[in-house]
């Protein structure tokens, strides 16, 4: 790698803003099953501005709520600490790389695969949680290759238009990290399980980490998201998809092809939830 690029890159990771540790506090205590509510509750209350975005995204139209969520404690009651976490960590993470029109695109996506990942998760006996998570932070790596070398934004963003492998490999050769490298460098950072880590690392072949149901499962929400904005009939779609990630996962075509409302009706309710954040 060349060396100005490897200045720039180590810069950049001294700047990347910390994970909120209160954050990850209340995801421990939600994952430790053995707290109570008012406990979870009482840690997330103690950062006002955490509060206000999870009350904000709870009572935003993905999750429909026929009544004003107004509590954090009502929050955990009436959606569940699962759904509370999920939003805990999408809210840190806008935290760490807000929302901006450069970024929007690049967050849609990331929130698109989290939901599909999660839906596809619960279909197939994994932990909704954990997909939602990698979902959501799988392409985490392009908000810091978008601050650090912006005069690549074209090639950082060609994963939408460009064959996955292709994407990634043309990233590495002009840059000399891929995204997907630099997002697991950002999960380390973050202190993030190192499950997590190696996921976002080889996100883009999963084929050769072998039989694995977490790559597979992570790679066809990615690509159903992808094919989601090009092909026009679901049978299209379907044609078009990694059929080793299928394979991988047990899931045949048919039983895909009856989820796939689901998946657009969940897609279709996150309009407008960066608003909710304002």
């Known amino acids: 790698m060349d060396q100005l690029i490897e200045q720039k890159i180590k810069e950049g990771l001294n700047q990347v803003r910390p994970f909120p540790h209160l954050v990850q506090h209340a995801i421990k205590l939600i994952d430790s099953g053995n707290s109570d509510i008012r406990e979870i509750a009482y840690t997330i209350n103690k950062d006002p501005v955490l509060s206000a975005r999870l ?6 139209s993905f999750y429909g709520m026929s009544k004003k969520i107004t509590g954090v404690e009502n929050a955990c009651v ?11 960590i999408s809210a840190a993470a806008m935290d760490c790389f807000p929302v901006t029109e450069e970024r929007k ?8 695969v989290a939901t599909v990942s999660q839906i596809l998760a619960d279909k197939l006996n994994q932990s909704p ?3 939602y998570m990698t979902g959501l932070l799988h392409d985490v790596g392009k908000f810091f290759l ?14 939408h238009s460009m064959e996955y492998k292709k994407s990634i490999e043309e990233e590495t050769r002009i840059i000399g990290i891929n995204h997907a490298q630099a997002g697991a460098k950002i999960i380390e950072i973050w202190n993030l399980p190192e499950e ?5 690392e080889k996100h883009h072949n999963p084929i050769e980490q072998g039989d694995s ?10 690509e159903i ?7 026009k009939s679901d049978d299209d779609l379907i044609k078009s998809l990694n059929k080793n990630s299928l394979a991988i996962l047990f899931m045949d075509v048919q039983e895909l092809k009856k989820i796939l409302p689901e998946i657009k009706q969940k897609i279709s309710s996150l309009d407008g939830i960066f608003e909710q954040l304002d």
């Open 55 to 60: 009350l904000s995204l709870a009572n935003s």
């Open 78 to 88: 009436i959606l569940g600490n699962n759904i509370v976490r999920n939003i805990l």
């Open 105 to 112: 695109k690049i967050w849609v996506h990331s929130i698109e």
């Open 129 to 131: 949680e954990k997909s």
């Open 146 to 159: 978008l601050d650090v070398f912006p005069e690549f934004q074209i090639v950082i963003e060609s994963g």
């Open 196 to 200: 997590l880590r190696v996921l976002i």
């Open 213 to 222: 149901v977490a790559y597979s499962l992570l790679y066809l929400a990615d």
């Open 225 to 231: 998201c992808h094919k989601l904005e090009t092909e």
